[in-house]
């Protein structure tokens, strides 16, 4: 793909959704961490399911607490690995509060050495949070990068690295939130949508269906 072509993309991406952004509901920053945390091989549409009960009394780490494992792990029960993502949301809660006065970091590094949060889980959180021009790399993201040509990689680490040098600069910011959403509601796995997409003619996939 050229850099007209991805250029325009972003231009077909943004126009349709001048503003996009998370699909997790979400009120406070310890919130938005949580539920990524939480959607890790969930639904958004599940996680929220789940946290919508939860939100209203869970807005700090301290309230997580306080709430306590059990009930929490009983509370997410739905979602997949719920055990584990309950020990590592108490686990990260407890480090919030001892190590960073409940408040949710702003680094790369501070945010990866929390329990259960992993490198697309920190950019998800420094975009939507905090407006740093992160891409996180998710399945959809992989997908749509790969399929369409913008950006190819073997890994998602590849992919995150090709797109920050192809996404032109003034779409950096939402960048991976239009990906995602292509993804998830047009660029499907099995079943590629291609005859509503508005980058069918840009996409290197997309062209074969024209």
């Given at each position: 793909?050229?850099?007209?072509?991805?250029?325009?993309?972003?231009?077909?991406?943004?126009?349709?959704?001048?503003?996009?952004?998370?699909?997790?509901?979400w009120?406070?920053?310890?919130?938005l961490?949580?539920?990524?945390?939480?959607?890790?091989?969930?639904?958004?549409?599940?996680?929220?399911?789940?946290?919508?009960?939860?939100?209203?009394?869970?807005?700090?780490?301290?309230?997580?607490?306080t709430?306590?494992?059990?009930?929490?792990?009983?509370a997410?029960?739905?979602?997949?690995?719920?055990?584990?993502?309950?020990?590592?949301?108490?686990?990260?809660?407890?480090?919030?509060?001892?190590?960073?006065?409940?408040?949710?970091?702003?680094?790369?590094?501070?945010?990866?050495?929390?329990?259960?949060?992993?490198?697309k889980?920190?950019?998800?959180?420094?975009?939507?949070?905090?407006?740093?021009?992160?891409?996180?790399?998710?399945?959809?993201?992989?997908?749509?990068?790969?399929?369409?040509?913008?950006?190819?990689?073997?890994?998602?680490?590849?992919?995150?690295?090709?797109?920050?040098?192809?996404?032109?600069?003034?779409?950096?910011?939402?960048?991976?939130?239009?990906?995602?959403?292509?993804?998830?509601?047009?660029?499907l796995?099995?079943?590629?949508?291609?005859?509503?997409?508005?980058?069918?003619?840009?996409?290197?996939?997309?062209?074969?269906?024209?």
């Amino acid at each position: 793909m050229t850099p007209a072509q991805r250029q325009q993309l972003f231009e077909r991406l943004a126009q349709a959704n001048p503003h996009p952004t998370t699909e997790l509901i979400w009120h406070t920053p310890f919130q938005l961490l949580l539920a990524v945390l939480l959607s890790a091989q969930s639904t958004d549409v599940g996680v929220n399911r789940v946290t919508a009960p939860l939100f209203p009394t869970l807005q700090t780490p301290q309230d997580l607490l306080t709430l306590g494992l059990a009930t929490f792990e009983e509370a997410i029960r739905t979602l997949g690995l719920y055990r584990t993502k309950s020990r590592h949301a108490i686990e990260m809660a407890k480090i919030l509060v001892d190590q960073h006065e409940g408040q949710v970091p702003e680094t790369q590094v501070e945010l990866e050495a929390l329990p259960g949060v992993g490198r697309k889980t920190a950019n998800v959180v420094l975009n939507t949070l905090y407006g740093h021009p992160t891409i996180a790399v998710d399945t959809h993201v992989f997908r749509v990068a790969n399929r369409t040509g913008l950006a190819r990689g073997t890994t998602p680490l590849a992919v995150e690295q090709a797109l920050l040098r192809a996404v032109p600069a003034p779409f950096l910011q939402h960048a991976h939130h239009w990906l995602i959403l292509q993804g998830r509601h047009i660029c499907l796995a099995r079943a590629p949508r291609c005859g509503i997409c508005p980058i069918q003619d840009l996409c290197d996939t997309g062209k074969i269906h024209v």
